[in-house]
């Protein structure tokens, strides 16, 4: 399987056919005077490909870029270290290496230990989260991996040391971020411009059985 980046799925603007002042900005802050089509490359090591390709449609762009000053926003009651729990594991449950990795940095900034961003993808079995983050971590896997199915004792739990503004802001940034980790991956953006690794394995040259248990079969001469 050949490791060459290959190009979105969407055509990009590049900064010559931008016309949105939002985007521009954007532009700006993130690859200075540079085109990001033809010069890749962010400062946190993207390749920067979400931004021209999103900028296809400019108020879908401003839309999720509302969206992240939204879970930055310092009127926010919710802690940023569980805010942040919950985007990191949504992107590996949803097999989004650009979410993950992204939040990854995001959990380090603040302080996170670094055995606790290497145990998200088994936190169930490891024994470095307290039982606030184990809580967070269970109820983001019931809206990833349950689609919303929550069972009530989950809540139960959360209550004890969330509100309902916490529990509502939890939910809406954690399913957020599903939706930009199915996105980033349908669309090949980032670092999730890859082939699927799920392939059919070649069996040896002469290996004809239908029923691989029954031994290899030569096929019969007409």
Not at 41 to 64: N, R, V
Not at 154 to 167: A, H
């Amino acid at each position: 399987m050949s490791n060459e980046r290959k190009p979105p799925i969407l055509r990009e603007v590049p900064r010559a056919q931008v016309t949105d002042p939002n985007v521009l900005e954007y532009y700006n802050k993130l690859f200075g005077d540079r085109d990001p089509v033809k010069e890749r490359g962010t400062a946190t090591g993207t390749p920067g490909d979400w931004w021209p390709t999103f900028a296809l449609t400019p108020d879908i762009f401003k839309h999720c870029t509302d969206g992240f000053k939204l879970y930055r926003n310092p009127e926010r009651k919710l802690d940023p270290v569980l805010r942040e729990l919950g985007q990191t594991r949504a992107g590996w449950v949803k097999g989004s290496q650009f979410v993950f990795s992204q939040h990854c940095k995001s959990l380090r900034g603040l302080g996170v230990s670094e055995a606790k961003i290497r145990s998200i993808a088994f936190w169930a079995v490891a024994d470095c989260y307290d039982d606030k983050e184990r809580t967070v971590l269970a109820y983001t896997d019931a809206l990833m991996m349950g689609d919303g199915r929550v069972p009530l004792e989950v809540y139960d739990k959360l209550k004890t040391f969330m509100d309902d503004v916490e529990i509502m802001e939890f939910t809406y940034i954690t399913c957020l971020y599903g939706m930009h980790a199915v996105m980033t991956r349908a669309l090949r953006l980032e670092y999730d411009a890859r082939e699927d690794p799920i392939v059919e394995i070649a069996a040896p040259e002469g290996f004809s059985a239908a029923d691989f248990l029954g031994g290899s079969k030569k096929p019969q001469q007409q």
